[in-house]
């Protein structure tokens, strides 16, 4: 349905603004008046094609969900109702954030909880985020939940960001290396080959191989496209049940250093949720099946799901994790200390900070490991091109001088 923007009165007199969707503009100002405002303009917002398009297919990002969660926390903190601070929050938000803000907030004025409104959209707010906003709400503490969802998900995005961090500079030097290797194979060598013909020289084995690299290049480059696309096509087919993305998760924690950084992340994560899910007050067996939901490793969904049923049976939290040697032994003692004294949600808020510090040292590990690796195939590959391209020159020099 189409937006509308309107300018009105409310019942104290003062000018509100802010967006309608109905489904005409007659509609637009009935469903004002319902709301018991007094109607002065009522205006159809115009778009173009390609933003009505751009916006279908925009999504709202990870940042402008923190954004939100933490502006829509100071506003709650602040004394102001959710339908009003939504309001403030619509008239200053992006344009895709702003479709999501108007479908919440037409929610909300319909009569429906903040929570099953945030539950219309699975793609942006997670179970785990509105199982807290639930509590929240159910508690009179909605301001308190906010806050701590905002400094969690700051948290992550901080966290997420020195990740991205440590690996763009890897991946901007392999980049760049495979750009220059494949314009030397594609322009270069083929020009030294032509030189190389007309004094009828011969060639060395390494440069043999150079020339067999570059004709295949730059004969068969279609073919290498084709088999790439292929390639990947063939394993997002495969990657999507559930046996193949256990098989690729297994490997991934095998693979030294960033299988380690992986698992860290993981225990960060799952800790500081469960610990928010359960300090808010959500029934422990319903927080770890929300954790589990939320986890990016299929093989700790499958554990978490387990000790879930485990729990509900009895079994201690911390003695279900340490059958499991995903999981730390130093988590599963932990744990149980945080279960005999009641403090489990305080012990799991510093777990979460401890595997983010064995984290962020793994960070650390895995650049102190790139840049020489790194080094070592730029120094080979450089090396074999230049004795490929040397050797024939010093040859064709020496049998001109004689």
């Known amino acids: 349905m189409p937006f509308f923007t309107y300018k009105a009165k409310n019942g104290e007199g003062k000018i509100q603004r802010g967006q309608v969707e109905a489904s005409s503009l007659q509609r637009a100002g009935e469903t004002l008046i319902e709301k018991g405002l007094f109607v002065i303009d009522v205006k159809p917002v115009v778009e173009n094609t390609f933003t009505q398009v751009t ?27 959710l339908t009003m601070g939504i309001t403030l929050l619509i008239e200053q938000a992006k344009p895709n954030m702003k479709i999501l803000l108007i479908q ?26 509105i199982s807290l906003v639930r509590a929240g709400e ?7 939940i906010l806050n701590r969802l905002a400094d969690n998900m700051e948290e992550q995005k901080d966290f997420q960001s020195k990740v991205k961090g440590a690996m763009i500079y890897p991946a901007v030097i392999l980049l760049v290396m495979g750009v220059v ?19 009828g020289a011969d060639l060395p084995l390494p440069t043999k191989i150079l020339i067999a690299i570059s004709n295949f290049l730059t004969d068969f480059w279609w073919a290498i496209i084709l088999i790439i696309i292929g390639l990947v096509s063939a394993f997002m087919v495969w990657y999507r049940n559930d046996d193949s993305k256990r098989i690729v998760d297994n490997y991934l924690f095998k693979v030294p250093i960033l299988g380690e950084l992986r698992k860290k992340t993981i225990l960060t994560n799952f800790a500081q949720t469960l610990a928010m899910l359960i300090k808010a007050g959500v029934p422990l067996v319903e927080s770890l099946l929300l954790s589990a939901e939320g986890m990016s490793s299929i093989n700790y969904r499958d554990y978490l799901k387990v000790v879930g049923e485990k729990v509900e049976k009895g079994v201690a939290l911390g003695t279900a994790l340490g059958v499991y040697d995903d999981f730390p032994m130093v988590m599963a003692q932990m744990v149980k200390v945080g279960e005999e004294t009641g403090k489990l949600d305080d012990i799991l808020f510093k777990l979460s900070q401890y595997f983010k510090g064995e984290a962020e040292r793994a960070v650390a590990g895995l650049m102190a490991a790139f840049e020489p690796a790194i080094m070592v195939i730029l120094g080979l590959a450089v090396g074999f091109v230049v004795i490929a391209i040397i050797m024939p020159i010093y040859d064709l020099t020496n049998q001109i001088s004689a």
Do not use: C, W
Request: charged share 20%.
């Open 55 to 81: 916006k279908k297919v925009k999504s709202v990002k990870f940042a402008d969900v923190v954004i939100f969660t933490r502006q829509l926390a100071s506003i709650v903190e602040a004394g102001l109702t």
């Open 104 to 129: 919440i907030l037409n929610d909300l004025e319909s009569g429906v909880s903040f929570n099953q409104a945030l539950a219309k959209h699975p793609k942006i707010f997670s179970k785990s985020y």
């Open 138 to 144: 159910s508690s009179g503490s909605l301001d308190i």
């Open 181 to 199: 290797g494949i314009i030397m194979m594609v322009v270069v060598v083929p020009k030294l080959l032509e030189v190389f013909n007309e004094f």
